[in-house]
């Protein structure tokens, strides 16, 4: 990803280099496409992954606190711990109890996991990502991993001024777009729509 431009950032190379994609992705971990992780749900492109750690790195910093809505396979969630350690915080939040314990898990896999999660820089719940995790709030960063039908206000609310979203929306005509979020230190919201995508969609939780 660095040789075709994907990656431009040495921070955000040393953080892949750190974390094994194929803890995550059950099946062929290094092709640049989705791979399915059971629920629905799938272990976004690195494309997508590169793409967001890059757009969102001006806030991720040793100390920052970032809100991983849609962990699912937990891949970005330790991505994002990798640019905010030491003192740093990621709250992983999947709605399906097992793709939590599957973030949880995957984690686990390595030695700098494992130890992110006794020190608490990483954490995983389940809830309704649509209305954020006010326990943590307020965020440096928000991450998206699902297609929102409306940019929730709960999540602008959940912002740090300043601090960035990076949100996929499904607009009127049907299609989604990758928006970027930015508070301003004065509070002022301000969005941006970068580019076309196609995520799983942020739903209800499924029935049991
Ligand atoms: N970032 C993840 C993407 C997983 S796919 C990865 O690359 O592995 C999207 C995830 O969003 C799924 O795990 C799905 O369970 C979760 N999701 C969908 N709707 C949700 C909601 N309302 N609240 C929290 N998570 C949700």
């Given at each position: ?59 991720l910093n040793p100390g920052s606190k970032v809100l991983d ?140």
């Open positions: 990803m660095r040789k075709e431009g994907l990656i431009t950032s040495d921070r955000v190379f040393d953080a892949f280099v750190s974390v094994d994609r194929a803890h995550f992705s059950p099946t062929t971990p290094y092709a640049d496409s989705p791979q399915t992780i059971g629920h629905a749900a799938t272990i976004s492109a690195p494309h997508m992954h590169a793409s967001a750690a890059e757009t969102l790195l001006p806030y809505i849609g962990s699912g396979s937990g891949y970005l969630t330790n991505i994002f711990a990798a640019l905010v350690r030491p003192g740093g915080t990621v709250i992983g939040v999947d709605h399906i109890q097992p793709l939590v314990d599957l973030g949880l898990k995957n984690t686990k896999k390595s030695p700098e996991g494992a130890k992110a999660l006794e020190e608490g820089l990483i954490k995983f719940v389940c809830a309704d990502g649509r209305k954020g995790w006010k326990e943590g709030a307020p965020y440096d960063v928000i991450h998206v991993g699902a297609a929102c039908g409306v940019l929730h206000q709960e999540l602008v609310e959940q912002l740090k001024a300043p601090g960035r979203m990076f949100v996929p929306v499904e607009e009127q005509d049907g299609m989604q777009y990758v928006f970027v979020v930015d508070k301003d230190k004065d509070g002022g919201v301000r969005r941006e729509r970068l580019y076309g995508v196609q995520y799983v969609p942020l739903t209800d939780a499924p029935k049991v």
